[in-house]
């Protein structure tokens, strides 16, 4: 659910079912998109819980918007053809922007 939280974040709402519809939205557009926002915010969201990070605001979604948003930016090609490195490297920036 906290990773839920933190895709619709990024539109500053705080639902399960925004969050779902964003992401229904998303996998229409580019499911590669959708699946990486995903990944990254649950990315943010683990990280945040090694890290002790307080529960209630990871719980809230604010560990997991900007992951998310990192995840699908770097992930999606915007820096050269997609592959396996391209996700490694989305996934170590939704790391990165935890801190």
């Known amino acids: 659910v906290a990773s839920i939280h933190g895709v619709c ?5 705080q639902s399960v079912l925004s969050g779902s ?3 229904v939205g998303m996998s229409i557009c ?4 959708m699946a ?6 649950a990315v943010g969201c ?5 890290v002790g990070g307080d529960v209630t605001s990871i719980y809230q979604g604010l560990w997991g918007f900007n992951p998310a948003l990192t995840c699908c930016a770097i992930g999606g090609g915007i820096f050269g053809a997609r592959g396996l490195s391209q996700l ?4 170590f920036g939704a790391v990165v922007t935890v801190f």
């Open 46 to 50: 683990a990280t945040a819980l090694l």
């Open 21 to 23: 519809l964003i992401l």
């Open 30 to 33: 580019s499911p590669p998109c």
């Open 9 to 13: 974040q990024i539109y500053l709402a």
């Open 88 to 91: 490694w490297w989305a996934v």
């Open 36 to 41: 990486l926002t995903a990944i990254g915010s």
